[in-house]
């Protein structure tokens, strides 16, 4: 077994049990649900894992194991061992690590993407997912464009499209105008749905008029509605609610029960007036 094999089960196992003892510490009879604030409980896991000494790593800790890597090389490997096997990414070290090498590291990671979509290996795929997650952390302007690529190639792969616009988000308004564009110019209704959310992610704290206009404009023009309704309701334009009354009045003949109870419940989320709204048992 190699060091980063060491090194990676070491990790997920740590998660595994500091998760299964916090589950077990505050489960209850009356308390059937427990909130979990995982990125706080990932981090305390995280540290004493990093300060823990391994027999198996002649009482190295994982930081000082980490710490003591040299090349880009083995740290990407690194990456990839881990993320293959862990649920909640690597640690921050590792990226702090890797961000060391500037944009060096996301060519190598996005390398290791490109490789993957080649072959597909199925125990590769958690790591290409954490991959271009990685990708879209570090934020170098040159990758806007390849991880919108990337979107283009694979977005019947829901696991790897999942990944790319969450690495897009991490753009924040950098990327909007790229999105908005992109949009516009496909056809596809996978793709312009995937977009769409990535733009409903990052608008949320963004507002304008330039974005709700295009929110209208993508609810005119996406096959799924119900996806276009849920965003302008995020949104909170209340400026949305002639729209989408406009809707139902307009379709409320060819409307499913679900469909139209959907749009009327956001109706009224944006403080629109629903009354009115009843409706009609298709024949």
């Known amino acids: 077994m190699t060091k980063n094999t060491i090194v990676a089960e070491s990790y997920n196992l740590a998660v595994d049990a500091g998760f299964s003892s916090y589950l077990e510490e505050h489960a209850t009879s009356e308390n059937c649900e427990i909130k979990v ?4 409980l990932v981090a305390e896991i995280e540290f004493e894992w990093l300060n823990s000494k391994l027999p198996e790593l002649d009482m190295q800790t ?26 909640v990414g690597v640690p921050d ?20 993407v490109k490789a993957w979509l080649e072959n597909k290996e199925p ?14 952390c570090f934020r170098y302007p040159e990758y806007k464009k390849k991880l919108i690529e990337l979107l283009l190639e694979c977005f019947r792969d829901d696991l790897i499209s999942e990944a790319v616009c969450a690495a897009l988000v991490e753009y924040d308004v950098e990327v909007l105008e790229d999105l908005i564009k992109t949009f516009h110019a496909t056809e596809q209704p996978e793709i312009q749905e995937h977009l769409l959310a990535c733009v409903a992610e990052i608008s949320r704290d963004n507002q304008s008029d330039e974005i709700f206009n295009f929110l209208k404009h993508a ?15 995020d949104y909170g334009d209340g ?28 109706i ?9 709204l009843v409706y009609t048992s298709q024949s």
């Open 219 to 233: 609810f005119r023009v996406v096959s799924n509605l119900k996806l276009a309704v849920e965003v302008l309701g």
């Open 37 to 40: 604030d995982e990125e706080k």
């Open 93 to 112: 070290i590792l990226m702090a690590r890797l961000e060391e090498y500037g944009e060096e590291a996301a060519d190598k990671l996005f390398g290791f």
């Open 239 to 266: 400026r949305a609610i002639p729209l989408l009354r406009g809707y139902i009045l307009k379709n409320i003949k060819e409307m499913d029960r679900s469909t139209f109870n959907h749009v009327r419940a956001v």
């Open 62 to 87: 994982p930081m000082e194991y980490i710490n003591s890597i040299s090349s880009l090389e083995e740290l990407t490997e690194l990456f990839i061992d881990i993320s293959s096997v862990s649920d």
């Open 268 to 276: 009224k989320k944006l403080g629109g007036e629903i009354d009115d």
């Open 123 to 136: 125990k590769k795929v958690l790591a290409v997912s954490q991959s271009v997650y990685a990708i879209g």
